[in-house]
């Protein structure tokens, strides 16, 4: 009988400390971007909301935009997802749900940077 209560205990011990895996984490971006050109011919910039959305998976440690479209990860941990896709990098903060991105590219003497910020929400019990 001490052998059965003993299990019971351990098993139970074991569960608790168990955690959900979260296969897939959808997460809807509220950013503003701003988009500056310097061209020979002047100066212009843009600014304008845009919502992103993003797959996190974190056991296989991808990251896909909401069409499927992948990115290539850098860093996916408990606190931070650093990706980059086409020259623009994304840097997402998940204690307190901030996405930040930027690129910069040169192109027959024009040069385009753009910047942006926002932030994320996810479910509560999908946010780590």
Request: net charge negative; aromatic share 8%; glycine share 6%.
């Amino acid at each position: 009988m001490k052998g059965v209560s003993e299990c019971a205990v351990l098993t139970i011990a074991l569960a608790a400390l168990a955690q959900p895996v979260l296969a897939r984490t959808h997460l809807n971006c509220s950013t503003r971007k701003v988009v500056l050109i310097s061209a020979p011919t002047g100066d212009t910039s843009s600014s304008r909301a845009e919502d992103l959305g993003f797959w996190v998976d974190d056991e296989t440690k991808t990251l896909t935009f909401l069409d499927n479209t992948p990115l290539t990860v850098t860093r996916l941990d408990r606190f931070w997802i650093s990706a980059d896709r086409d020259g623009i990098f994304y840097e997402f903060d998940r204690r307190d749900g901030t996405l930040t991105y930027a690129s910069a590219t040169t192109k027959e003497g024009v040069l385009t940077t753009i910047v942006g910020s926002g932030r994320c929400e996810a479910p509560p019990s999908q946010m780590r």
